[in-house]
């Protein structure tokens, strides 16, 4: 699609492909609503940055994404303090069941910062995240070939930790498996559905789309990652857990849907969860 640069540009509600005043609907996902362009970014701008891949153009800015990071992290340490208080005040608390009720809300603080800082903010579609179109077959291929490279770069990566002699002892949460039933559910949500979901829509759709957007595909999947893998504040896994973001990242640069990233997200989390229980 040429775009004259004179002209006005506006967004559509659903995908956010950027579009001349003049159309009426997208040529891309056939929507009819529109949102105003932001300022200072034109498909133009996105391509000469380095941008080629399938992303519509994110409105929400850098500004936009530094202060989501910022809510998202004061809401992290209001959620520890108080998890860390109710362990300490009691006694025979049920940890691994507190672990996960933790984490079920920063899934939702994930969403609800993607919510103030993109979606409300801009009046765009939730689907403009990455959920604009149906999952096809090629979402399913990417994912499965990106879960399979993840799990030789776990494997490789473990090894080479033990070649140098660094404990990886199992980090498993063995409260998780003597607690038992309802905790084992929640476990099982929240890594196979719940995670996969808020995560991908918030470090990919919205970081990364944000960043792409502005500074091209490399920086924007490289930064992504970079949060990815500290949000997990697993250092012994901080490798590996880059290199599945900026993959993730690269899924959706390719196909311009979340459904493939999620899906490898899913696999991922499946697999560890075998790890655990078994
Ligand atoms: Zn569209």
């Given at each position: 699609m040429s775009i004259h640069p004179s002209e006005a540009l506006k967004l559509c509600k659903r995908c956010s492909q950027m579009a001349p005043q003049s159309h009426d609907y997208c040529s891309r996902c056939g929507s009819r609503s529109w949102v105003a362009a932001p300022k200072g970014v034109s498909q133009a701008a996105s391509r000469s940055a380095g941008y080629g891949g399938q992303l519509g153009i994110a409105p929400w800015t850098v500004g936009d994404l530094a202060r989501g990071i910022g809510f998202f992290t004061a809401q992290a340490l209001t959620v520890f303090l108080l998890f860390?208080?109710?362990t300490l005040l009691i006694e025979d608390a049920n940890l691994g069941l507190y672990a996960l009720v933790?984490?079920?809300i920063l899934e939702g603080v994930l969403l609800a910062t993607v919510w103030i800082f993109a979606v409300a903010k801009y009046q765009i579609s939730w689907r403009a995240l990455g959920l604009w179109r149906r999952p096809n077959?090629?979402?399913v291929i990417l994912a499965g070939s990106v879960f399979l490279v993840g799990i030789g770069v776990q494997v490789g990566y473990l090894s080479i930790l033990?070649?140098?002699g660094v404990d990886t002892g199992r980090v498993t949460p063995s409260t998780f498996i003597e607690e038992g039933g309802v905790v084992l559910v929640l476990l099982s949500i929240l890594a196979l559905a719940v995670a996969p979901v808020a995560e991908e829509i918030f470090f990919r759709g919205f970081i990364f789309g944000g960043a792409a957007t502005?500074?091209?595909f490399m920086k924007g999947a490289l930064a992504s990652a970079a949060l990815f893998s500290?949000?997990?504040i697993?250092?012994?896994k901080f490798l590996p857990l880059f290199v599945l973001g900026f993959l993730l990242a690269w899924i959706y640069h390719k196909t311009?849907?979340?459904w493939g990233s999620m899906i490898a997200h899913l696999l991922n989390n499946a697999l560890a969860l075998v790890v655990i229980l078994t």
């Open positions: 860390i208080l109710t933790v984490t079920f077959a090629g979402d033990k070649l140098i502005r500074y091209g500290i949000a997990h697993e250092p012994l311009g849907a979340l």
